[in-house]
T-cell receptor, first 112, second 113 residues
Framework: GIQVEQSPPDLILQEGANSTLRCNFSDSVNNLQWFHQNPWGQLINLFYIPSGTKQNGRLSATTVATERYSLLYISSSQTTDSGVYFCAVPPVYTGTASKLTFGTGTRLQVTL | DTAVSQTPKYLVTQMGNDKSIKCEQNLGHDTMYWYKQDSKKFLKIMFSYNNKELIINETVPNRFSPKSPDKAHLNLHINSLELGDSAVYFC????????????FGSGTQLSVL
């Protein structure tokens, strides 16, 4: 099956700093999703991004499907950005039993 | 106005008991899922239903039985609970199968004592 790797595994930032999280995948994909799991455990879908760049406030994501990676940019980080960030991809050839593969996540801590 | 809601949020029970987790979505999605998140935060799919039909049934003990009475509901029943079942269980939904944007419920923290 498809392999999904995220880096870095852990990241500590001071409030106000910028960061880039990376998601590499081993096969062609039709789309990619980024999720944020906050410290209370809630999983929020940040981006659904097959290719190109999308922006949502201080966050933006870029997927380069041909090179099999996606980047999540966090600018002017805030303590509320803390949590775990996951990327997830489906295989490009989707049958009825296909499933999303999740990366192992990047744990982000934003300090004051 | 919660899009995907699951209950209960916390479930503490003794080994050997039977318990259920309920999930409902009001997004009009046709596909619903159960995911298990272990202590290392790894998310693993357990089941997927599309239009009430079971389409993914991962290697999960048959003590776990999903039931989808209609497209908007997917419940999870667990028999004879074991210590190793302790985890967070997430319900999720999407439109158009796995290619669709995935929305998660708030999770059920199951603790088996």
């Amino acid at each position: 099956g498809i392999q999904v790797e995220q880096s870095p595994p852990d990241l500590i930032l001071q409030e106000g700093a910028n960061s880039t999280l990376r998601c590499n995948f081993s096969d062609s994909v039709n789309n990619l999703q980024w999720f944020h799991q906050n410290p209370w455990g809630q999983l929020i879908n940040l981006f659904y991004i097959p290719s190109g760049t999308k922006q949502n406030g201080r966050l933006s994501a870029t997927t380069v499907a041909t090179e099999r990676y996606s980047l999540l940019y966090i600018s002017s980080s805030q303590t509320t950005d803390s949590g775990v960030y996951f990327c997830a991809v489906p295989p490009v050839y989707t049958g009825t039993a296909s499933k999303l593969t999740f990366g192992t996540g990047t744990r982000l801590q934003v300090t004051l | 106005d919660t899009a995907v809601s699951q209950t209960p949020k916390y479930l503490v029970t003794q080994m050997g008991n039977d318990k259920s987790i309920k999930c409902e979505q009001n997004l009009g999605h046709d596909t619903m899922y159960w995911y298990k998140q272990d202590s290392k935060k790894f998310l693993k799919i357990m089941f997927s239903y599309n239009n009430k039909e079971l389409i993914i049934n991962e290697t999960v003990p048959n003590r776990f039985s999903p039931k989808s009475p209609d497209k908007a509901h997917l419940n999870l029943h667990i028999n004879s609970l074991e210590l190793g079942d302790s985890a967070v269980y997430f319900c999720a939904s999407s439109h158009g199968g796995i290619g669709g944007k995935l929305f998660f419920g708030s999770g059920t923290q199951l603790s088996v004592l």
